[in-house]
């Protein structure tokens, strides 16, 4: 198991901007790719970006151009700068870990609230 502690959110105004921090710790070897997750009230989780070992990125359509995930493989820890935010990311992120073999290999976390108000 892995274990995921998210930080790093808050309010904000839309147009501002914010970095959440995930730090991993636990079986942390066979990692391959960590996801960014975030849910909405009322809505299920989505998943918004993700970064391979290798530092391959790949974001959902409505946060491209605005967010970017990095890795700092050293510190075990994954990034999402968050700019230019819009009250419709207002929602709880959470990060996982995704193993060689294609499974979710991380325990869900409390996630950090972002709220951006307009």
């Known amino acids: 198991q892995v274990q995921l502690v998210e930080s790093g959110g808050g309010l904000v105004q839309a147009g501002g901007s914010l970095r959440l921090s995930c730090a991993a710790s636990?079986?942390?070897?066979?990692?391959?790719?960590m996801h960014w997750y975030r849910q909405a009230p009322g809505k299920e989780r989505e998943l918004v970006a993700t970064?391979?070992?290798?530092?391959?990125?790949d974001y959902a359509d409505s946060v491209k151009g605005r967010f970017t995930i990095s890795r700092d493989n050293a510190k075990n820890t994954v990034y999402l700068q968050m700019n230019s935010l819009k009250p419709e990311d207002t929602a709880v992120y959470f990060c996982?870990?995704?193993?060689?073999?294609?499974?979710?290999?991380?325990?869900w976390g409390q996630g950090t609230q972002v709220t951006v108000s307009s």
């Open positions: 970064a391979t070992v290798l530092g391959s990125t």
């Open positions: 996982n870990a995704e193993n060689y073999s294609r499974q979710i290999v991380g325990s």
């Open positions: 636990g079986s942390i070897r066979n990692i391959y790719r």
